[in-house]
C-alpha cells in the first residue's frame, strides 16, 4: 500500500478532515452552479422561444385570413416579425425590419414545419444573438412562412449577473461553512485530546487510572468505555502477575533456603554429619524445587498457548497427538501408583471413550488422586460413568473437604486453605490450577462436590469420543 504524502499526513486529522470537507464542497457547489447556469439559460430560451411562437402564431392567423396589415403590430422593440413566400421574398415585416432581405437565408427554412433557429444579430436588426422561430401560414398555392426574431441579450445578461452572484457567494459560503465545520470537527475531536491525554498521563505515572469518559452516548463514548475495560483487564492482569511472581518467588526460595541449611549445618558438623539423612533432605527439596519449576513451565506454556493458539503452543500440542482416550483404562494406570492409602476404581460397565491428549488426561487424574490421597483418612475411589455428551469421571475420598465458600477460590493458583500445614506435606498450590487449565483446554470442565460420606468430590466433565472418530 502506498505511503501518503508527508506534508498530508502533517496536517493531522483535523486539518485533513477539512481539507477533503472543504475540497468536496468546493467541487459540489461548483457542479452545482454549472447546473443551475445551465438550466437557467435553458428555460429563459425556451420562454423566449414560446414568447416568438405565440406571435407567429397569431401572425399566421392573420395571413390565413388574408388580412396582413402593413407594418405587422409587435410588442416591444426588441422584435422583428417578417413574412416570407416561397421564393424567399419578404411580403409583410414589421416596422423595423428589413423589407427586402429575409432574417433567415430560404436554403435554412424547412416548408410546412416549425423551427427554432439561431442567427446573428446583424442579420436582424438585432443586438447579440438572435432567436428566431419560424411558422408555416398562407395556403397550399401560396405557402408563407412568418419569421419572428427576438434578441437573446436580456437572456445573456441574466445568465452572467447569477454567474457572478455564484462565483461571489460561493467562495464566502465556501469560508463561512469551512470555520463551522472547523469548529465542529475540533469539538467532536476533543474527547479524542481528552482521551489522548489521559493515556498519557496513565503512561508517564504507570499507575491504574481510568480515562474520561464524554457524557455524550457516540462513538467516543463507546471507545472511551471500551479502554476502559481495557485497562481494568491490564490492572487485573498486572495484579495476577506480581501475585504470581510474588508466590513463585516464596515458593522457590524455600527449598533453596532449605537447602542452604542443611549444607551450613553439614559444614559446621564436619564429620558428625549424618550423610545420609542429609542427602535424604536435600533429596526431597530438590525433587519438590523440580516439581514446583515443572509446573510453573508447564502454566507458562498454557497461558502462552492461549494467547497464540496457533503459535508454540498449538504446535506442541499437537505434536504430543491428541487421539482417543479410554477413561477406564486411565483410571487404572493412575491408581495403580498409590497403594496406601488404598486407591480403588470402581470400572465401569463399559469402554468409555474421550477424546484428548493422553498426557494431559493423565496429569489431570493425576494431580487429583495426589491430592486426595494428601487429605484422605482411609480411602480414594475412582469412578467413571456416561453422561451424555459428556462422561463423568469422580474421584472422591474421605478427608475434611473443602468449605463451600473456598470451592472457586481453590483452583487460583498458589491457593492453601490449610496455611499452618507444612509445605512438603501441603504442595505449592498449584495442582489444581493445572487440572482446571488442562481440563478447559480438553473441552471439559471440573468441579467440587461433597462425597456421600464425609469428605470431598471433584467432578471432571470430558466430551465423549464422536462417533465418526477413527
Sequence with gaps: MRALPRPWTALGLRGRLMAIGVFGLSVGLALGGVVLLGVLGFVLQRSVDGEAFRTADAVALLAAEDALPDPLPVAGGQVRVQVVDGQGRVRAASIDADRLVPMVRPERLEPHQRQRLSVSGERAGLAGPVRVVTVPAGTAADPLTVLVAKSMADVRHSTRAVGAILLVSFPLLVAVLAAVAWRVVGATLRPVESLRRGAEEITGRGGPDRLPVPASHDEVHRLAVTLNGMLDRLESARRRQRAFLADAAHELRSPVTNIRTELEVSRRLGERTDWAAVTENLLADTERLGRLVNDLLLLARLDESDADPEGIGGADRSAGGVGPVELGELLATVAARYPSPPVRVQPPE??????????????????????????????????????????????????????????????????RLDDARARDAGGAGLGLSIVRELVRRAGGSVGLADADGPGLRVWLRLPVLPADAP
Design 350 to 415: 463399559g469402554p468409555l471413550w474421550t477424546v484428548g491428549h493422553p498426557d494431559e488426561l493423565h496429569r489431570i487424574l493425576t494431580n487429583l488422586v495426589e491430592n486426595a490421597v494428601r487429605h484422605a483418612r482411609t480411602r480414594v475411589v475412582l469412578a467413571a460413568e456416561p453422561g451424555g455428551e459428556y462422561h463423568l469421571v469422580t474421584v472422591t475420598d474421605d478427608g475434611p473437604g473443602v468449605p463451600l465458600a473456598d470451592r472457586d477460590r481453590v483452583f487460583d493458583r498458589f491457593t
